[in-house]
C-alpha cells in the first residue's frame, strides 16, 4: 500500500540555521512527490515537487528537496531558516501510473524557527 | 489564471442544523476535485472526491454528503450537523491541464459545531 510518513511530529530551529523536514514514502513504481506548507487557518501552498530528472528540486521561499530513490526518501531543507517559516508543513506522494486521482498524505510536521 | 474559491471562510452552527459549504473553480475544465476534513490542525482526511459533473467519490462513510452539480463547482453539504463535524475544511483541484499535478488548494472554511 501507498503510504508517506513524516516522522517527526515537530521541528525547531534558529533563525539563520538550515533546516530539515524529513519525509520517506512507500509505493510501488515511480512516485510523483510534493510538499505543501499551511499557515495557521489557511489553505495548503504549494512549495516544490518531483516528477523526475534532477533528484534536487528548488522549490519557492528557498525551499528545496532532495529525491533519494534508494533510501526512498524526500526531505525537504533550507540553507538558512527564517522566522517567518515558522507553519506546518506536508509532504504527500502520488503514484504515477494509471487513472490515480488521489494524493497521499504525511501527517505533517509543525516547523518552529526561532528568533 | 486559475482561481479557486471557497465560502464561507467561518462558520458556527448548532448541532442537527443543515450544512452546505461551497466551492469553485475558474480557469480550467473538467478539474478533478476534492473535499478534505482537517482536525486538530494536523493530518488531511480525504472526505470525497469528483472527476466529473455527478461523478462522487466518498472516502469516508459518514454524515457528510457532497454534489458537483456543475463542472466547475463542489459542495459539501450535511443535513444535520454533529459536534464531530467540527473541523477546518478544504476543497482543492488538479486541473485537466495542469502540469503541476499536484492539487490547488482554497483558503479553508473553519467550522464549529456548537
Known amino acids: 500500500a501507498q503510504s508517506v510518513a513524516q516522522p517527526e511530529d515537530q521541528v525547531n530551529v534558529a533563525e539563520g540555521n538550515p533546516l530539515t523536514v524529513k519525509c520517506t514514502y512507500s509505493v510501488s513504481g515511480n512516485p510523483y512527490l510534493f510538499w505543501y506548507v499551511q499557515y495557521p487557518n489557511r489553505g495548503l501552498q504549494f512549495l516544490l515537487k518531483y516528477i523526475t530528472g534532477d533528484n534536487l528540486v528548488k522549490g519557492s521561499y528557498g525551499f528545496e528537496a532532495e529525491f533519494n530513490k534508494s533510501q526512498t526518501s524526500f526531505h525537504l531543507k533550507k540553507p538558512s531558516a527564517l522566522v517567518s517559516d515558522s507553519a506546518l508543513y506536508f509532504c504527500a506522494v502520488r503514484h504515477n501510473a494509471g487513472n490515480n486521482r488521489k494524493l497521499i498524505w504525511g501527517l505533517g510536521t509543525s516547523l518552529a524557527v526561532n528568533p | 489564471s486559475q482561481t479557486i474559491h471557497q465560502w464561507p471562510a467561518t462558520l458556527v452552527q448548532p448541532v442537527g442544523s443543515p450544512l452546505s459549504l461551497e466551492c469553485t473553480v475558474e480557469?480550467?475544465?473538467?478539474?478533478?476535485l476534492y473535499w478534505y476534513r482537517q482536525a486538530a490542525g494536523r493530518g488531511l482526511q480525504l472526505l470525497f472526491y469528483s472527476v466529473g459533473i455527478g461523478q462522487i467519490s466518498s472516502e469516508v462513510p459518514q454524515n457528510l454528503s457532497a454534489s458537483r452539480p456543475q463542472d466547475r463547482q463542489f459542495i459539501l453539504s450535511s443535513k444535520k450537523l454533529l459536534l464531530s463535524d467540527s473541523g477546518f475544511y478544504l476543497c482543492a483541484w488538479r486541473g485537466g491541464t495542469d502540469n503541476n499535478y499536484g492539487y490547488t488548494f482554497g483558503s479553508g472554511t473553519r467550522l464549529t459545531v456548537v
Open positions: 480557469g480550467t475544465s473538467n478539474p478533478n
